[in-house]
């Protein structure tokens, strides 16, 4: 997108006086000059079934999504696969699969996007912060278990940056509580803990195809659940509780609806794309990782730098390259200046004001949220981008601390 001409302008709501500038969606679009943080990834290919599946008088829930699901098998290491609208979805089906009613709590950590928490909110459940591991970002196994109560009925863990959290912990603590574990694996598609895909571990694991991830679909998400009990409501939950395979009288009008559901399931024009795409997701991957393996050899023994202290029994997927730096908003400014997008990505959720009763002391995200920042690490920086990423961040945090 060279020009902005034929594009509108988004105009700032009147209350608000605010909108999504023009500077924070060039950052967003990843086609500015400066190296950016994000950048979608879409394959040409996707065009050629994508003008057949748009064209073919069938364009809902259907043939693509089935052969989607399959496709996503290998990689998620689990055949209970449910393809769903948004990543968000999946997260609010979890809930609901694992029984969390109204006035239940849920144990959760802040240090995500706030797409984790407020399925919570919208199961009318409470939530209880949870500390997190300041040298990673991901939550903390004895402080979840701390935090179980007779009122807890599950655990949202995310993989931060795509780092695999604590998972045979937080399942072992799932199993001695009876508390359902579910995994936010959306910055981690394509990550393993101890040699087995995320996706193959907990009682259920929610990935997002949104715009910017590894895998995107345009939007989309998956669902994948241990127990096929559960896999089989998820697919009536879905679509309203309806069963879309059962026998029909009336080609359209359904039976009997035994429970209500949603209306979250994926449709054939999104899972056509997500069949092109996941193709190349191996190499997207391969990329992330290969420019993290180069960053975390440059990166080492900085003064005003920590590198995420990552354990190699797991393999992440690095959609995220986080460090840890002294003086962040001066570090920002200086990357920024060199041509190079940095961010924080995701507030910590506890201090929005939506979740203003649930606030509690956590040492563990105060340290990391002070600290803690993002660099360019995808598939779209070069040699020549990530020695400069690396050369700019060098000059600025070998200093004195
Ligand atoms: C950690 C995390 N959880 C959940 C989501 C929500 O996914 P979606 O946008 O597909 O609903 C996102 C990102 O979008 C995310 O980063």
């Known amino acids: 997108m060279k020009s902005s001409s034929n594009v509108p302008k988004i105009v700032p709501h009147p209350s608000s006086g605010k909108g999504i500038s023009e500077e924070v969606r060039h950052l967003l679009s990843g086609q500015g000059e400066a190296i950016p943080l994000f950048k979608v990834h879409l394959v040409p ?40 609208n948004s990543g968000t979805s999946a997260l609010q089906l979890a809930l609901r699969l694992a029984n969390v009613e109204p006035g239940d709590e849920v144990i959760s950590t802040p240090m995500t996007c706030t797409a984790t928490n407020v399925p919570i ?6 939530i209880v ?3 997190i591991d300041p040298h990673t970002g991901n939550v903390d196994p004895l402080d979840v278990e701390r935090k179980i109560s007779p009122r807890t009925k599950a655990v949202m863990a995310v993989h931060w940056a795509g780092y695999p959290c604590e998972v045979d912990e ?16 959306a910055h981690a598609f394509g990550g393993t803990y101890r040699g087995r895909p995320i996706g193959s571990h907990s009682d259920f694991v929610c990935f997002s195809f949104q715009a910017i991830k590894h895998l995107t679909t345009v939007d989309g998400g998956a669902l994948v659940a241990k127990d096929t009990e559960s896999y089989k409501r998820g697919k009536l939950l879905r679509w309203y509780g309806i069963d879309r395979e059962s026998e029909r009288r009336d080609f359209r009008c359904e039976q009997d609806v035994a429970e209500w559901g949603y209306k979250f399931h994926m449709n054939d024009v999104t899972a056509t794309i ?10 997207v991957l391969r990329r992330h990782r290969e420019n993290a393996a180069y960053y975390r050899e440059r990166l080492t023994g900085l003064r005003r730098l920590e590198l995420l202290a990552y354990q190699d029994d797991r393999e992440p ?15 920002m400014l200086e990357m920024r200046k060199a041509g190079i997008v940095t961010s924080q990505v995701h507030a910590r959720n506890d201090q929005h004001s939506m979740f203003a009763e649930f606030r509690r002391v956590l040492p563990g995200v105060d340290e990391f949220a002070a600290e803690q920042v993002s660099i360019p690490v995808g598939w779209w920086l070069g040699e020549d981008e990530r020695a400069h990423v690396a050369d700019t961040v060098v000059r600025l945090c070998e200093g004195a601390a």
């Open 45 to 84: 290919e996707v065009l050629e079934p994508l003008g057949r599946t748009l064209l073919s008088g069938y364009i809902g829930q259907g043939p693509r999504v089935d052969e989607f699901e399959k496709a996503l098998v290998p990689w998620l290491g689990n055949h209970n696969v449910l393809a769903l």
């Open 317 to 331: 997927s690095y959609w995220l390259f986080t460090v840890r730096v002294r003086e962040r908003d001066r570090f």
């Open 121 to 126: 909110m919208a199961m009318g459940a409470r």
């Open 129 to 131: 912060w949870a500390d």
């Open 274 to 283: 997500g069949l092109e795409q996941i193709r190349h997701v191996d190499d």
């Open 170 to 185: 937080l399942d072992r603590i799932g199993e001695k509580h009876g508390v359902t574990i579910i995994e936010d694996a």
